[in-house]
């Protein structure tokens, strides 16, 4: 619908046969679980209003008319192997120009503006404040933007993680991905080759173990702490320091701290700090996956990036959980040599996240400001009295992931206990 409504939406169709279409859905489901649901709402919505015709005979007459550093090791050779995309070149030069240019560029093949059939969008939300996009911000929305997200909500987040981990290590970046899910799916194709190691708590989250086995990984479980949750640091350092040494170091340690999926346990802070020193003694990157961050029902913990002195550690976040999963919206930071070499990755599998759904959730966050998204959005979330449930809820997952994961992981404690 790039050309025909507006390329900010990121909605496409494949029509393939069946058979097709399920492997390419099987890949979908683990790489970002879905489009954006608000972009094909208004888009469905729109196609409702005007008809079959009205879209044939207006929108589509109308648009007729008109260096070397600790992440480099790393890298995966798929990663070091992509290369700048020079369209999205030419579309990041176009997006720096001052309005008043009003430039309409054939090269990055960006439709005129005045084509869009949508005029602005208003938002009503449940505590009764409302607002609408419309005007420039209306305009940034409907057209192709830059692939590593809009930067007023990346500006927004920057001060979100900033209050929330004034980390003190090296240089930063932060990228806007579809869903901390994609996220995974980007940094984990960006590090890994066929035959490394991934490090992954016991239980593990299953669409990581569908990732890692889609890249021919081997993935290797640390177990949980019996006591108090959380992966164990004491079995990490046992694993790493009686590692065969015939056989290639792990890469990379995958954590979910806060609310780890699935058994629930967050990892206490004095592990943290011991989990993210082994990491540097033994030459690992951490991925922190921590979408369940803000739904901390207890003390407030600290991001490993707290403690990241070495650049060593990749978060993700996700708004999913704190804002709502249709969204699609994610942010993955890290070293800024990795998040270029997503940003590659990603402007060839699908330019950019959808803008609508980035524009709603930056006037959201301007709208009730970085502390009121803390105190009432996420105070909202912790108090909607869900935490007995997912109790349950938790144990069952665990009881299923553990059945699906036994022939992928070493045997744990977990396994007997259950």
């Known amino acids: 619908l790039s050309k025909v409504l507006c390329p900010g939406f990121r909605v496409g169709f494949c029509t393939a046969p069946p058979q097709l ?149 090296p240089e930063r970046q932060t990228i806007v991905t579809t869903g901390a899910e994609f996220g995974s799916y980007l940094v984990l194709n960006a590090l890994i080759d066929e035959g490394d190691t991934v490090l992954v708590s016991d239980p593990i989250y299953p669409p990581l173990l569908l990732k890692t086995k889609a890249m021919n990984a081997n993935v290797e479980s640390i177990f949980e702490d019996p006591v108090v949750g959380g992966l164990c640091p004491k079995h990490l350092r046992s694993t790493l320091e009686n590692w065969p040494e015939t056989e290639r170091k792990p890469k990379v340690l995958v954590v979910c701290p806060t609310g780890s999926n699935p058994s629930g346990a967050n990892v206490p802070e004095s592990h943290r700090r011991e989990i993210y020193d082994l990491v540097c003694e033994h030459d690992l990157l951490l991925i922190e996956d921590d979408p369940y961050y803000f739904l901390n029902y207890g003390e407030a913990l ?97 009881i299923c992931v553990v059945i699906i994961t036994r022939n992928h992981v070493a045997e744990s404690p977990l396994l007997h206990t259950i």
């Open 21 to 169: 279409v399920t492997h390419m859905e099987r890949h979908y489901a683990v790489a970002m679980l879905h489009s954006c649901n608000l972009s094909q709402r208004v888009a469905a919505s729109y196609f409702e209003t005007v008809g079959v015709e009205g879209f044939l005979e207006k929108a589509v007459v109308s648009t007729q008319s008109t260096g070397k550093d600790l992440i480099t090791k790393f890298l995966s050779r798929l990663a070091l192997s992509r290369e700048p995309s020079p369209i999205r070149a030419i579309s990041n030069y176009l997006l720096s120009l001052p309005p008043e240019k009003d430039v309409l560029s054939l090269a990055g093949g960006a439709p005129a503006p005045s084509t869009f059939p949508i005029e602005s969008v208003s938002v009503s939300l449940k505590s009764g404040i409302d607002f609408k996009i419309d005007g420039a911000a209306m305009a940034t929305t409907l057209q192709y933007n830059r692939t590593i997200g809009l930067v007023e909500l990346l500006e927004f987040w920057s001060k979100i993680i900033g209050m929330m981990n004034p980390y003190p290590g």
């Open 302 to 398: 600290n991001s490993f990036l707290h403690y990241d002195r070495e650049g060593r550690v990749i978060r993700l976040d996700s708004l999913s959980k704190v804002l709502c999963p249709g969204f699609r919206v994610g942010f993955c930071t890290a070293p800024p040599q990795l998040v270029t070499h997503m940003e590659r990755h990603y402007a060839v599998a699908m330019l950019h996240s959808c803008n609508l759904s980035q524009r709603v959730a930056a006037s959201y966050f301007e709208t009730v400001g970085v502390e009121g998204f803390l105190e009432k959005a996420v105070v909202s979330t912790q108090s909607t009295g869900v935490s007995k449930r997912l109790c349950w809820i938790s144990f069952v997952v665990i």
